[in-house]
T-cell receptor
Framework: AQSVTQLDSQVPVFEEAPVELRCNYS??????LFWYVQYPNQGLQLLLK??????LVKGINGFEAEFNKSQTSFHLRKPSVHISDTAEYFC??????????FGTGTLLAVQP | DTGVSQDPRHKITKRGQNVTFRCDPI?????LYWYRQTLGQGPEFLTY????????KSRLLSDRFSAERPKGSFSTLEIQRTEQGDSAMYLC????????????????FGPGTRLLVL
């Protein structure tokens, strides 16, 4: 069965510092990967997605992620975070049926 | 494009009561998904529709849960005889699945309905 692992439940970081949120997925034939952000009491907003092609994917709000097939990873990065980036971030894997399997989430806590 | 909407946003009910949630997807999206999210967890897949056909249901969807999408537009999720364990955020998402390419459409999520069963 497909699975997604987000090892870090919480990542504290100072404003303007770089950040990396880690995501590993279970290998499967079809690999479609997504990062979503969720602000308190809101739904999920898509940050970026990998369907095929270039392994470096750029998304909204200055985020990017790199697909690494050999390491089955899809880590999310941002070179300089802002207070407004404080939120829960979810990595998700979509397979052949396109239903999404989500990780448990990582809370990015940006401190001034 | 007004986005995915859900109604109500919040629902408090007593154990044993029935509740119904509504989801209005982005117009012309042919696929609609329901997920459930409990505190501290990622969303878990419940079911999805391709137009009006319900194509897959998760084992999480017990007999007390039923979902419909009668005309291939809005969808309802009903929970009968609610239990305290049903307390969660219920999320709806929709997507436009391109035919023949194999790659999935992007799922756009609504704001969710937060259910509290007392």
């Amino acid at each position: 069965a497909q699975s997604v692992t987000q090892l870090d439940s919480q990542v504290p970081v100072f404003e303007e510092a770089p950040v990396e949120l880690r995501c590993n997925y279970s290998s499967s034939v079809s690999v479609y990967l997504f990062w979503y952000v969720q602000y308190p009491n809101q739904g999920l907003q898509l940050l970026l997605k990998y369907l095929s092609g270039s392994t470096l994917v750029k998304g909204i709000n200055g985020f990017e992620a790199e697909f690494n097939k050999s390491q089955t990873s899809f880590h999310l990065r941002k070179p300089s975070v802002h207070i407004s980036d404080t939120a829960e971030y979810f990595c998700a894997h979509g397979g052949a049926t396109n239903k999404l399997i989500f990780g448990t989430g990582t809370l990015l806590a940006v401190q001034p | 494009d007004t986005g995915v909407s859900q109604d109500p946003r919040h629902k408090i009910t007593k154990r044993g009561q029935n509740v119904t949630f509504r989801c209005d997807p982005i117009s012309e999206h042919n696929r609609l998904y329901w997920y459930r999210q409990t505190l501290g967890q990622g969303p878990e897949f419940l079911t999805y529709f391709q137009n009006e056909a319900q194509l897959e249901k998760s084992r999480l969807l017990s007999d007390r849960f039923s979902a419909e999408r009668p005309k291939g537009s809005f969808s309802t999720l009903e929970i009968q005889r609610t239990e305290q364990g049903d307390s969660a955020m219920y999320l709806c998402a929709s997507s436009l699945e391109p035919y023949g390419t194999g790659a999935p459409g992007t799922q756009y999520f609504g704001p969710g309905t937060r259910l509290l069963v007392l």
